[in-house]
């Protein structure tokens, strides 16, 4: 079955960097599309990187310049880059994976999630 698992959250102070990994099995992996999503407490599921298998890649405004997704189709791993971390990108984020194609404003698209990794940017 499909199994999605992130790893790569933590702590950091504003301006630093973490990179996100999403280690997936389970399916054809270059056929499907990979997204990238966060929940602050509080708040609703917020898109935040997408990429399509072909290689189209959509971000939100709120993180365009500082995040990069990107995946390694021969370890079946996804990857988020996120530099210049903001105190509001404080969430649990999670990788998605369905068919495509990508749409961060359309979480309900995707049908398979990992369970999350938490990302904490505070000084």
């Known amino acids: 079955q499909v199994q999605l698992a992130e790893s790569g959250g933590g702590s950091v102070q504003p301006g630093g960097s973490l990179r996100l990994s999403c280690a997936a099995s389970?399916?054809?992996?270059?056929?499907?599309?990979m997204g990238w999503f966060r929940q602050a407490p509080g708040k609703e599921r917020e898109g935040v990187a997408c990429?399509?298998?072909?290689?189209?890649?959509s971000y939100a405004d709120s993180v365009k310049g500082r995040f990069t997704i990107s995946q390694d189709n021969g370890n079946h791993t996804s990857y988020l880059q996120m530099n210049s971390l903001k105190p509001e990108d404080t969430a649990m984020y999670y990788c998605?994976?369905?068919?495509?194609?990508?749409?961060?404003?359309?979480?309900?698209?995707?049908?398979?999630w990992g369970q999350g990794t938490p990302v904490n940017v505070s000084s």
């Open positions: 990429i399509d298998p072909d290689g189209s890649i």
């Open positions: 998605a994976t369905d068919f495509p194609p990508c749409s961060l404003s359309e979480s309900w698209r995707f049908g398979y």
């Open positions: 389970g399916y054809t992996y270059s056929s499907y599309s």
